[in-house]
T-cell receptor, first 113, second 113 residues
Framework: KAGVTQTPRYLIKTRGQQVTLSCSPI?????VSWYQQTPGQGLQFLFE???????NKGNFPGRFSGRQFSNSRSEMNVSTLELGDSALYLC????????????FGSGTRLTVV | DQQVKQNSPSLSVQEGRISILNCDYT??????FLWYKKYPAEGPTFLIS?????DKNEDGRFTVFLNKSAKHLSLHIVPSQPGDSAVYFC????????????FGKGTRLHILP
């Protein structure tokens, strides 16, 4: 079965711009979570969507937002990009239980210049 | 405030020997723990999990031990193989609250020939 698909894989943006990242979960998975990975901070939780509703939110500024569509696909948006937003953004999907943990996509590498 | 701590950024182990990766947590409300493995340019993959009602869970070469009184868990890999070289993330969640998973910063494991 298809895994979690994230697009694009790589992205270069300039400061002040905004960016939208996309995540298609495994078929049947209704929960989609977003994480930011940086070398110094590891994996940090951004937010989680379940059935088109944001169910959890991490400690990121309001410039980071997301949404989930009726087909469970999710998008993450970052506005007014800062250099510190350069990171690997990972999306993970799950059924909503914890039997097998989450399945992650390969991520989108965002570079802000 | 880091709730899940992996205090060793890196670890080198001889091939065939035992690898022990450690993880500490501060929140006694965590009741489900997971380990993920990550190769470069790929998303993390689920490895093994343990519920707080257990103190050990084994899956092939991988065993996770949980010491609730010490708020400590460890991942044992026996015997270590070259393909085990990766970054390992410890993670914790609240099973009865929400789906948010808190990750540690990761430990890079190097398996030496």
């Amino acid at each position: 079965k298809a895994g979690v698909t994230q697009t694009p894989r790589y992205l270069i943006k300039t400061r002040g711009q905004q960016v939208t990242l996309s995540c298609s979960p495994i078929s049947g998975h209704r929960s989609v979570s977003w994480y930011q990975q940086t070398p110094g901070q590891g994996l940090q939780f951004l937010f989680e969507y379940f059935s088109e509703t944001q169910r959890n939110k991490g400690n990121f500024p309001g410039r980071f937002s997301g949404r989930q569509f009726s087909n469970s696909r999710s998008e993450m948006n970052v506005s007014t990009l800062e250099l510190g937003d350069s990171a690997l953004y990972l999306c993970a999907s799950s059924l909503g239980d914890r039997g097998g943990g989450y399945t992650f996509g390969s991520g989108t590498r965002l570079t802000v210049v | 405030d880091q709730q899940v701590k992996q205090n060793s950024p890196s670890l080198s182990v001889q091939e065939g020997r035992i690898s022990i990766l450690n993880c500490d947590y501060t929140n006694s409300m965590f009741d489900y723990f997971l380990w993920y493995k990550k190769y470069p340019a790929e998303g993390p993959t689920f490895l093994i999990s343990i519920s707080s009602i257990k103190d050990k869970n084994e899956d092939g070469r991988f065993t996770v031990f949980l010491n609730k009184s010490a708020k400590h868990l460890s991942l044992h890999i026996v015997p270590s193989q070259p393909g085990d070289s990766a970054v390992y993330f410890c993670a914790a969640s609240y099973m009865n609250r929400d789906d948010k998973i808190i990750f540690g910063k990761g430990t890079r494991l190097h398996i030496l020939p």
